[in-house]
């Protein structure tokens, strides 16, 4: 790997299957830079478990996540990959930025918000300090950008802000990394509740990677729009989200800007759109779906490929944080 290349890093937590949203918002822009940047990809399984995991399906889409994510375009020769509890030093990390990250910001990250009201019966430690521990994952690796969708734009910056506070008391240890947010895919909406965001938590709604065309011409069948029949398909988000997020979809998909769908459909109601979005995702998912059908039986190649992986990212994490460790006054060995 080129030393002068900019980095870029991400995650996914494997705490269900990746979904469109995940796709659109996240890998595929992942993908698209894979010759411009130094990429460091993972699956964030620690952060997983500040929900409750069934833990033998944890272990096994994590490892379904890897061979999606190599689906997805991801070389492994050319990108990192690796399973986030395999390099301790984000465990590490995640402890000293803890005592540098305040009760006060950490209250107000809607994540945290919306997960504690959703299991009102497990508002663990681990949940509220959450974003401490993404802070690790991104500074350990001195990233320059960090591609997410819209959702994880709050937590990115208050990695920039933890980051500052302690170069400020330090000196120049963690480099300032950037959110990069797609124009088009970065919120994706649920299908049948186009106000809330696509989640598996709404299986309905959400679009699977690893879904059978069947299903997904069903799922599409289905997608909440409205009885507009003068002007259907036009982009209108306060008053028509459920067709705006189609086509948001559709255009992410094709490359198609909103005028020319427009143009596309112009006189042509929902009965001709939704089958059309629903063909454009199941074209373009097809192939990823088949490559990690066939990656997934691989085990031996997948677990070449994580070991790989965690060996190359412990090495740029451990220098991280033995300059971290230095810096906040640990008795060096
Ligand atoms: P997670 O696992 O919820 O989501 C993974 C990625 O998918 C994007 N995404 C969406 N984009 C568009 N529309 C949607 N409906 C949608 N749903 C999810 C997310 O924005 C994200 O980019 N905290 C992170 C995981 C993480 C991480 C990190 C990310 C842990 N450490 C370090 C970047 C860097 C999370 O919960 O994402």
């Given at each position: 790997m080129e030393e002068n290349k900019k980095r870029m890093l991400s995650g996914i937590q494997p705490s269900g299957d990746l979904h469109l949203g995940n796709y659109l918002g996240a890998i595929k822009n992942w993908a698209e830079r894979v010759d411009d940047y130094e990429c460091y990809y993972f699956m964030a399984d620690m952060h997983t478990i500040t929900v409750r995991q069934v833990p033998a399906d944890l272990r096994k889409r994590s490892l379904n996540q890897l061979a999606q994510y190599i689906a997805c375009g991801l070389d492994p020769e050319k990108n990192t990959l690796f399973?986030?509890?395999?390099?301790?030093a984000h465990a590490q990390l995640g402890w000293v930025l803890d005592c540098y990250t305040m009760f006060g910001e950490l209250s107000r990250m809607t994540q945290f918000k919306d997960k504690s009201a959703k299991h009102k019966d497990n508002i663990n430690a681990g949940l509220f300090t959450y974003p401490a521990l993404m802070a690790a994952d991104i500074l350990l690796y001195q990233a320059d950008y960090v591609p997410v969708g819209e959702d994880q734009k709050q937590h990115i910056e208050l990695t920039r802000d933890i980051a500052q506070r302690f170069n400020s008391i330090y000196g120049d240890v963690f480099k300032i990394p950037e959110p990069l947010i797609a124009k088009t895919g970065a919120r994706i909406y649920g299908l049948t509740t186009p106000n809330d965001k696509m989640s598996k938590s709404i299986p309905e709604g959400c679009v699977f990677i690893m879904d059978d065309p069947d299903t997904i011409n069903r799922k599409f069948k289905k997608a909440v729009t409205d009885s507009d029949t003068e002007n259907p398909v036009r982009f209108a988000p306060e008053e028509k989200p459920g067709v705006a997020n189609l086509m948001n979809i559709y255009s992410t998909v094709t490359g198609k800007s909103f005028e020319e769908i427009e143009a596309e459909f112009a006189g042509k109601g929902y009965g001709a759109f939704k089958p059309a979005v629903a063909e454009a995702v199941i074209e373009s998912l097809r192939p990823i779906r088949e490559e990690a059908e066939r990656l997934i039986k691989d085990k031996a190649y997948l677990e070449d490929v994580y070991r790989k992986g965690a060996e190359r990212a412990s090495y740029i994490a451990n220098k991280t944080l033995r300059k971290v460790y230095k810096k906040v006054g640990f008795y060096q060995i």
């Open positions: 399973l986030q509890s395999h390099v301790p």
